[in-house]
């Protein structure tokens, strides 16, 4: 299976996350890519995006961002405001956060995340929220050993 992990990630923390995801993922095909715009200040107000990854040639597309403010990172949501339908695709969504419960915002911006990827007819098959204070191992684990299905 082709698995098209999308990832915005301002500090890196959620790219590490997404390539170590992938490292697990052996037996699949892999790419990950990159969404970043022309200013990258997380507080920016208008965006405007340098690289836009396609959705296309994918069985599963996995899309992976950071939580900011209670929100989808803003960058990732004009990214998705963009793309074309995604026709019944498969999706996960992935979120990452400082704060330790998912309560603290991560719920809030994951049902955004969801509405996002779900106007654009995309099927959310699985969501995950990783508390980065927290050092959950278990968190991770559910993340690092789930398999995306088609």
């Not at 697990?24 to 208008?46: F, R, V």
């Not at 959705?55 to 963009?82: N, W």
């Not at 990452?96 to 809030?108: K, Y």
Request: charged share 20%; hydrophobic share 40%.
């Amino acid at each position: 299976m082709k698995i098209k992990m999308i990832v915005y990630s301002y500090t890196h923390n959620t790219l590490r996350l997404i390539q170590e995801w992938a490292e697990h993922l052996n037996q699949h095909t892999i790419e990950i890519a990159s969404i970043h715009a022309y200013d990258e200040n997380p507080n920016t107000k208008a965006i405007t995006l340098s690289d836009k990854p396609s959705i296309e040639d994918a069985d599963h597309l996995v899309f992976a961002t950071c939580v900011r403010g209670g929100t989808v990172a803003p960058i990732m949501s004009a990214y998705l405001k963009q793309i074309p339908n995604l026709k019944g695709q498969a999706c996960t969504l992935v979120l990452t956060q400082f704060f330790p419960f998912e309560a603290w915002g991560g719920r809030q911006a994951m049902k955004q995340f969801k509405t996002l990827i779900e106007a654009k007819s995309g099927i959310v098959k699985d969501t995950f929220i990783l508390c980065r204070s927290r050092k959950s191992a278990a968190q991770k684990a559910r993340i690092l050993n789930h398999v995306p299905e088609a």
